[in-house]
């Protein structure tokens, strides 16, 4: 059984067709980047694998785990251990972030049978998971998002995947808008994660965040599917010649 | 579920205390440099409060949250009257409506010829949280001294359905994201212990 297997999917947005005919097959531990110009539906792959409603599936299917993905509300993924690091995250007024993660955690745990997390064990979590990845306890009473900086907000993006440790991670452009030093920092925070039991999906323009994380497998997505697929070296080919013979 | 009686709170040496809901047409006279600070929790009917700030330096602070559920009617009128210069007045409104509930809200500022340098702020802001549910605004500020700071602003919306995506890609389910976002929505206009009247609010109709 394969850990993440797409067959097939075809996806549109109010009648406009975006993924057509994508497949992708991911087993544990394996960390898979998509690559593709503007329009070639890879923020749809990634919000059609977490839920969003706005997409409509009309063909295709998603396991994951061996469940079938597209029967399960966006909540229920979650729990079942996907996470998306979102392109834009989403602002909360009111909502502070340790707030937040502590309702989202236990969440999870109730999904799974289990007791909410005790305060203190709460706090041990949160400590150590937000001084990794620099993020003050300041921004942890913070509500969720609200003024802060594109660097922040990846930052806490990266930060949420650490305190919830989901199993697959699906990561929107991470590296867009960030500065070299937060780039380190991002990429530190996922390749701290990288374990046998959890497998990555990552979505870019630049080569440059594959320096800090070495990926298994590289793909080309244009016109809503893969074109192409190879190893690290394709991105480097890619940055070099651009997407136009794959077009 | 109990039924939820319209609440005000009063300022009175430092702390909040409930008053009797001022039913009818209520008119608020604030001398020498004392501040007016109520605080409503509105579910049904009428409120219309008139304050008149009468002496350099007095002040009110009015902060309302109405919850509109069913097929209520609820009209809110808060009209203050900046009748000194150097006054300050701040009404602060927070609602949420459902099913068809209808909303009328009415901010007045008056700020006659003799009320220079006076203040007066006026924010409303409601969630629709059904297709049926109206809520109207209708802000009314009538100036007419030169050197005065006034402000008003309205918005009416339903929720961001990307703040329940995000939520939910959380883990956190569709009931308890909208709680966690109306709460923080209104929170901070109502004291702690009333709120567990918001959450009975939202338990029932949501």
């Known amino acids: 059984m394969a850990f993440l297997e797409i067959k097939d999917l075809c996806v549109s947005v109010e009648n406009k067709s975006i993924l057509n005919g994508f497949s992708l097959t991911i087993n544990t531990g ?13 923020s749809t792959l990634a919000n059609v694998l977490a839920g969003h409603p706005a997409y409509q599936v009309t063909q295709g299917s998603i396991y994951f785990k061996g469940k079938d993905l597209l029967q399960m509300s966006p909540d229920e993924r979650a729990n079942n251990g996907v996470f998306l690091a979102f392109q834009h995250p989403t602002e909360l007024p009111g909502v502070s972030t340790a707030l937040f993660l502590k309702t989202a955690l236990n969440a999870k745990r109730k999904y799974l049978g289990e007791k909410p997390i005790d305060a203190v064990q709460y706090m041990k979590r949160l400590k150590t998971r937000s001084q990794a990845l620099n993020v003050t306890d300041e921004m942890l009473k913070r509500p969720v998002n609200v003024g802060f900086s594109g660097g922040e907000k990846k930052k806490t993006e990266t930060f949420q995947m650490a305190f919830l440790e989901p199993d697959f991670c699906i990561l929107d452009e991470m590296d867009s808008g960030l500065d070299v030093d937060a780039l380190k920092v991002v990429s530190d925070g996922i390749n701290v994660l990288r374990e046998p039991h959890r497998s990555f999906l990552m979505i870019t323009h630049f080569q440059r965040l594959l320096t800090y994380i070495e990926p298994d497998y590289i793909h080309i997505m244009v016109n809503g599917k893969i074109v192409k697929s190879g190893d690290k070296t394709l991105a480097a080919y890619v940055e070099d010649k651009g997407y136009e013979e794959f077009k | 579920m109990k039924n939820l009686n319209n609440i005000c709170l009063i300022k009175k040496n430092g702390h909040f205390e409930t008053v009797p809901y001022p039913r009818n047409e209520t008119v608020i006279n604030v001398s020498g440099s004392d501040s007016f600070d109520c605080i409503c929790l509105h579910f ?9 700030l009468l002496d350099k330096k007095a002040s009110c602070k009015v902060h309302c949250v109405y919850l509109a559920a069913r097929n209520e009617q609820l009209n809110l009128t808060i009209d203050v009257t900046h009748a000194a210069p150097d006054t300050h007045s ?4 927070r609602g949420l409506a459902t099913d068809s509930s209808v909303v009328s809200f009415n901010g007045v500022i008056r700020m006659p010829y003799n009320s220079q340098k006076c203040i007066g702020n006026q924010n409303h802001r409601a969630i629709l949280l059904s297709e ?3 809520v109207q605004a209708i802000p009314e500020l009538e100036i007419f001294a030169d050197d005065v700071q ?17 939520m939910q890609s959380r883990g956190i389910d569709k009931k308890t994201a909208y709680h966690l976002l109306l709460n923080a929505f209104i929170a901070d206009l109502i004291p702690e212990e009333y709120q567990v009247l918001t959450t009975d609010w939202m338990n029932t109709y949501l």
């Open chain 1, 30 to 42: 394996e960390v898979h980047v998509i690559m593709g110009p503007n329009g070639s539906g890879k």
């Open chain 2, 44 to 52: 049904s009917g009428d409120l219309n409060l008139k304050i008149n």
């Open chain 2, 90 to 93: 701040e009404q602060l409104i």
């Open chain 2, 150 to 166: 006034c402000s008003h602003g309205s918005a009416i919306g339903p929720l961001d359905k990307n703040q329940i995506f995000y």
């Open chain 2, 132 to 134: 049926k549910a109206r």
